[in-house]
């Protein structure tokens, strides 16, 4: 599977924008981009994903590089309820067994907001 | 919906007991996985099923078992519980989308210290 580099830890001031990057160099061309975050003592939940174009939704966008060996997550404004680990998490598209539902994690970036 | 629920919230074992972790989800979803995460750590997959009857083993199988008899309820059993299974567990769901076009739903999470 390839694999995802992420900073160890971020901050961001409250209501300013944050960036996340995410380094998937060997990705191939049928994988999904995934992003879930962990909120303290929480599970995780499902933040954002994309192949090749940027999205948008409630939560964040993703922006995905032209040669998608990297993406960025943007949180627009960042609020302390945006304190989490955010997890970067390549899916490959052509998975059709049991084993393609599983979601491999690392160790995630975990993001700070400042008050 | 409530979504997927787990019980107990925490619990605390003698070695060599036996125990199980209940996980159920109101979303008629296919797909249940069972993950543990230990201190600083992502999480990583112990047994997953994609419907009922249908289990298979993750990353991490060894000292448990699962079985799925409804869509609903996905029971994780420690079978002689040591001190090496302290940890925090998630049960998680989804619609059977394969390749990677699935979200997974995380329960709130099992705290297991076992003495």
């Known amino acids: 599977d390839a694999k995802t580099t992420q900073p160890n830890s971020m901050e961001s001031n409250e209501e300013e924008p944050v960036h996340l990057p995410c380094n998937h160099s060997t990705i191939s061309g049928t994988d999904y981009i995934h992003w879930y975050r962990q909120l303290p003592s929480q599970g995780p939940e499902y933040v954002i994903h994309?192949?090749?174009s940027n999205v948008n939704n409630r939560m964040a966008s993703l922006a995905i590089a032209e040669d998608r060996k990297s993406s960025t997550l943007i949180l627009h404004r960042a609020t302390l309820r945006d304190a989490a680990v955010y997890y970067c998490i390549l899916r490959d598209v052509r998975g059709s067994g049991a084993g393609s539902y599983q979601l491999t994690f690392g160790k995630g970036t975990k993001l700070s907001v400042i008050p | 919906n409530a979504g997927v629920t787990q019980t107990p919230k925490f619990q605390v074992l003698k070695t060599g007991q036996s125990m199980t972790l209940q996980c159920a989800q109101d979303?008629?979803?296919?797909?249940m996985s069972w993950y543990r995460q230990d201190p600083g750590m992502g999480l990583r997959l112990i047994h997953y099923s994609v419907g009922a009857g249908i289990t298979d083993q993750g990353e991490v199988p060894n000292g448990y078992n699962v079985s799925r008899s409804t869509t609903e309820d996905f029971p994780l059993r420690l079978l002689s519980a040591a001190p090496s299974q302290t940890s925090v567990y998630f049960c998680?769901?989804?619609?059977?989308?394969?390749?990677?076009?699935?979200?997974?739903?995380f329960g709130p999470g099992t705290r297991l210290t076992v003495l």
């Open positions: 994309g192949l090749t």
């Open positions: 998680a769901s989804s619609y059977r989308l394969a390749g990677g076009r699935d979200t997974q739903y």
């Open positions: 979303m008629n979803h296919e797909y």
